[in-house]
């Protein structure tokens, strides 16, 4: 599986940016797809997952209601829609493939490469 996530940048405080993660390689194993976060100086943290085949989302608590994740079947593509970023939110940002529905890095195999986003206030 090779994930290769783009779209980060500079954006304003509650403007909006779209991440996108090309996925290839996918198969049965890696059912569920993740965008999680890095901050300077802090551990990587979950962000969002997507189901692969429901399109069913879940999300951490600091971006729940302002982030969106989908997925294109088409595209083979996960995106990550953040409306409303907030400085906090300035981080590599990170898409990942994994086997079962988790908030935990140990169980996503596959990583992207990270993508910074930095939020101005």
């Known amino acids: 599986v090779q994930l290769q996530a783009f779209g980060g940048g500079l954006v304003q405080y509650g403007g909006s940016l779209r991440l996108s993660c090309v996925v290839s390689?996918?198969?049965?194993?890696?059912?569920?797809m993740a965008w999680f976060r890095q901050a300077p100086g802090k551990e990587r943290l979950f962000v969002a997952r997507i189901t692969w085949s429901t399109g069913t989302g879940y999300y951490s608590d600091s971006v729940k209601g302002r982030f969106t994740i989908s997925r294109d079947k088409s595209k083979n593509t996960v995106d990550l829609q953040m409306n409303s970023p907030r400085p906090d939110d300035t981080a590599v940002y990170y898409c990942?493939?994994?086997?079962?529905?988790?908030?935990?890095?140990?169980?996503?195999?596959?990583w992207g490469q990270g993508t910074l986003v930095t939020v101005s206030s």
């Open positions: 390689g996918r198969t049965f194993r890696t059912p569920v």
């Open positions: 990942a493939a994994g086997g079962v529905d988790s908030i935990y890095e140990r169980h996503y195999h596959y």
